[in-house]
């Protein structure tokens, strides 16, 4: 099998860290790959070391076949790099940032500027070539970061939280793009910590958690993880925080919160239904909805991870310093 | 690797740090600590320092030129490197299919050509009023081509060690302002103590200095000159590699 990426026993230590630690799997050529965990997982540590911008400890990484550090530079040419931030220089314009990439990755001369020019109008930009980047917004940094990442026409697309900070819309544009790039043919990694953006984008889901990946698969394998009736959705009036006492209940695993809705992992559902009734009994409060649902790649991860929901969207510091050991 | 293919790697490298230095021209060239560090500090020392010591003029312009390439290009490589890691662009390099070296050699010729803008800019206007007037002018352009190299390798060094701007300026005082009492800009070499002299030579900034004052002053090519420019290019080269060491430590 001809792989995009192949990682084998990849460990990253920082100090007495373990950012990353014997991480192994392959992205075929062609997938949209996601890489899903919570923030401080080494989600971005392993981007690190796939683009050589970190070495490994240990272990062995190939970029379009290419060793990431005794070949780095082959490697390199084949990759297109989308990092968090945008790291565009705010002082240059869209124009110029453009064909500065293109001159990093040896773009031929008469080919660079054909090229922004069609970058730019894919990713509706081109009527503000000339303006600086510092006055861009983030949605257009962002659309304008992945134009620099593909000015070279990589082979492999790697995308580190690419939506994060954005609104509706400019996040929807974006996966958009990645949908017709991966169509065009590019091979797209991308990590993220939305549950549902790795569910609508990616072929195959990597879930990494403190440094260890603990699944890889399609996203709807990894589903059938959680048997069907085995996730219980219910409302009740008035909306209050339950989760603690909910999650006390006999059979009841664990509970997200959705809005006004509570979501009960539970080991049956016959047997659960009657504590919940008299639950909301004791409480005085009344049951506006109760079903059965069928399980979502979230509720995989919260099985296969233990996690919350709610621990994917806590900011970077702080579960960098609620769990030491492991950096994203 | 064919002879044709290694020259193409070299033209190839070679272009990418003349990109590199283009975008830091754009960028950095004229951000305030370039000029507040660069220009004002080393000519508000030497003005206080002719003023008191009533040094003439022959050795007041060179030594002058020297030190404001010295405080020029040292500040505007700490903006270059440790901006740009701060804010983040600095990983565009490094995701980039450019070798540590290349890398490293853009920043230093982004160090040079302002070293060469700023000396020449300072140099016309001083000699003419001071009457000093420039006896070799190609050698003269030289020796503050070789002296911006140099000293570029030197901010490049220190910025690939610090982690913020104030850092690096603090670090490079550290070497710069040892550097300019040592090295016979105020003093001539000869006035200074023996151990002082010998200590001098061991400074890059000595080397700048003579052949400034060589170059400025005696129309003829002397093997002093030759000596100070090959020594400068051996502390730049060394310089170069250093940094480009240390950066890759870095990453690792």
């Known amino acids: 099998m001809d792989f995009a990426v192949t990682v084998r026993d990849l460990t990253k230590h920082y100090g007495d860290i373990i950012a990353v630690d014997h991480i192994s799997f392959e992205v075929d050529r062609g997938e949209v790959f996601g890489f899903l965990g919570p923030n401080g997982a080494g989600k971005t540590t392993t981007i690190r070391l796939l683009t050589g911008q970190t070495r490994p400890t240990s272990g062995v990484a190939t970029v379009a076949r290419y060793d990431v550090v005794h070949e780095s530079t082959k490697a390199k040419e084949r990759v297109g790099v989308v990092p968090e931030v945008s790291n565009l220089y705010d002082e240059m314009s869209a124009w110029d940032n453009l064909i500065f990439a293109a ?35 983030k949605g257009m940094k962002r659309r304008l970061t992945i134009a620099a990442a593909l000015i070279h026409e990589p082979d492999i697309l790697i995308l580190d939280e690419p939506t ?53 698969d399609n996203p709807e394998k990894l589903k059938v993880i959680i048997e069907e009736g085995n996730v219980i959705e219910v409302s009740f009036s008035p909306t209050q925080d339950l989760n603690d006492k909910l999650g006390s209940l006999n059979y009841v695993k664990s509970v997200s919160r959705l809005g006004d809705k509570f979501k009960l992992y539970v080991e049956d559902v016959a047997e659960v239904i009657p504590f919940v009734i008299d639950f909301a009994r004791e409480n005085r409060l009344k049951v506006v909805s109760i079903n059965t649902v069928k399980p979502s790649l979230e509720d995989a991860f919260i099985k296969i991870t233990g996690l919350s929901p709610e621990a994917m969207t806590i900011e970077k510091g702080q579960v960098q310093s609620e769990k030491k050991g492991s950096v994203g | 690797m064919t002879k044709v293919g290694v020259a193409s790697k070299w033209v190839d490298a070679f272009a990418k740090s003349f990109y590199i230095a283009k975008k830091d021209a754009k960028v950095y060239y004229f951000k305030a600590p370039n000029f507040t560090y660069g220009l004002l500090m080393p000519v508000s020392l030497f003005l206080a320092f002719s003023i008191a010591g009533q040094i003439n003029s022959s050795l007041i312009v060179p030594g002058l030129t020297s030190l404001v390439i010295l405080f020029g290009t040292t500040s505007i490589e700490a903006v270059a490197v440790v901006l740009e890691r701060q804010t983040g662009t600095f990983e565009r390099l490094l995701v980039a299919p450019v070798s540590f070296f290349t890398l490293i050699l853009g920043k230093a010729l982004a160090g040079l050509f302002f070293g060469l803008v700023l000396a020449t800019a300072l140099l016309v206007p001083l000699s003419i009023a001071s009457g000093t007037g420039v006896a070799n002018p190609l050698l003269v352009l030289v020796a503050i081509a070789f002296s911006s190299l140099t000293f570029s390798g030197l901010g490049v060094l220190v910025s690939v060690y610090a982690k913020w701007v104030p850092e690096a300026q603090m670090l490079s005082n550290f070497l710069r302002f040892p550097m300019a009492f040592l090295s016979g800009t105020f003093v001539p070499l000869e006035l200074m103590p023996s151990q002082l002299r010998v200590a001098a030579r061991f400074l890059p900034l000595t080397y700048s200095v003579e052949a400034l ?28 590699v250093t940094a480009a060491k240390v950066l890759q430590k870095k990453i690792e």
């Not at chain 1, 990645?178 to 879930?207: M, P, W």
């Not at chain 2, 060589?214 to 080269?237: E, R």
Request: hydrophobic share 40%; charged share 25%.
């Open chain 1, 103 to 137: 001159q990093l990755y040896g773009v031929p001369k008469n080919e660079r500027e054909k090229r922004a020019k069609q970058l730019l109008d894919l990713f509706e930009i081109y009527e503000r070539r000339k303006d600086h980047v510092g006055n861009f917004s």
């Open chain 2, 213 to 240: 004052r060589i170059s400025m002053n005696d129309s003829a090519i002397t093997a002093t000159y030759w000596l100070d420019i090959l020594v400068l290019a051996v502390f730049s080269f060394a310089l170069f």
């Open chain 1, 164 to 216: 994060t900070g954005l609104d509706v819309r400019s996040s929807r544009t974006i996966r958009n793009l990645i949908k017709e790039l991966n169509k065009s043919g590019t091979t797209v990694f991308l990590a993220t910590h939305y549950i549902e953006e790795a569910d609508q984008l990616c072929q195959r889901v990597a879930i990494i958690n403190q440094g260890k990946i603990v699944a890889v």
